[in-house]
């Protein structure tokens, strides 16, 4: 209920699926290490990179704006 109210529960959901995505691609990264084609390693690694940021950057957004939310809030009751 409290995810919910907070709008974090698709968010949540959505981040799993590129933690996910970003498993498949580092499953990929470390077999062609293994063979050694640093072509697709590289191609691997830059798309588990870009992929790490975005999550990061998601999650950093979304608590600035829970915390700003919850200020506000607070502010709302203070001044009634």
Sequence with gaps: ????????????????????????????EEQTKAKGNSILYAKAHRDV?????????RFQTKRK????????KAVQNKCT
């Excluded at 990179?49 to 950057?57: A, F, G, H, N």
């Design 49 to 57: 990179s870009t992929i790490d940021q975005k999550v990061k950057v």
């Design 1 to 28: 209920m409290n995810q919910q109210y907070w709008g974090r529960q698709c968010s949540i959901t959505r981040i799993q699926r590129q933690i996910h995505e970003a498993e498949k691609y580092m499953k990929v």
């Design 65 to 72: 704006q829970g915390r700003d939310l919850i200020r506000s």
